[in-house]
């Protein structure tokens, strides 16, 4: 994941939102490393501000719902919403109908089961903030000590034993 969140910062310093962030969205190199694609709901913009309301369902962010302008700070939702389906299986706010996913979402309406490590809720509950100010900046997500414990440097492949 490493690599994909340098690749998000590299592209939020070019401004540039990727704004579609998920689990379809992400390819494994020929090292493991993991890589963005799909860039089609990305958007350039100088301001880094944006108002038009894009992306999947599950992963769109309070301030989308709500058609307000939004940031950069939409991608750092979208990596919570990640983290919680690569460790649970379905996206946090996955409701039978659109409205009550909507609602979800502006709820922030996140339940953590038991099976989830501490140190994961605690990042993902700093990623899903209705106020994006208040969401961890990718810098930080970095940092952050969940991240530090599980992260791995991607190598070259073992070589295949002599048998």
């Known amino acids: 994941m490493k690599c994909s969140l340098d690749e998000?910062?590299?592209c939020h310093e070019n401004k540039v939102i990727h704004r579609d962030i998920k689990p379809e969205n992400l390819l494994l190199g020929l090292r493991g490393?993991?890589?963005?694609?799909d860039f089609g709901w990305s958007v350039h913009t100088p301001s880094l501000r944006r108002k038009t309301m894009c992306g999947t369902l599950d992963y769109l962010p309070p301030e989308m719902v709500e058609q307000r302008t939004y940031s950069e700070m939409?991608?750092?939702w979208c990596i919570g919403v990640l983290c919680y389906e690569l460790l649970v299986g379905n996206p946090p706010f996955k409701s039978s109908s659109y409205s009550e996913t909507y609602r979800?979402?502006?709820?922030?309406d996140v339940k953590f089961p038991p099976s989830i490590p501490l140190g994961?809720?605690?990042?993902?509950?700093k990623l899903l903030r209705y106020q994006p100010s208040e969401r961890l900046l990718l810098a930080q997500v970095l940092q952050h000590p969940w991240v530090q414990a599980h992260s791995r440097r991607v190598g070259p492949p073992p070589a295949p034993s002599a048998s």
């Open 120 to 125: 994961a809720q605690d990042l993902i509950s």
């Open 104 to 108: 979800r979402i502006l709820k922030v």
């Open 8 to 10: 998000i910062a590299h």
């Open 74 to 76: 939409v991608d750092l």
């Open 33 to 37: 490393e993991v890589k963005i694609a």
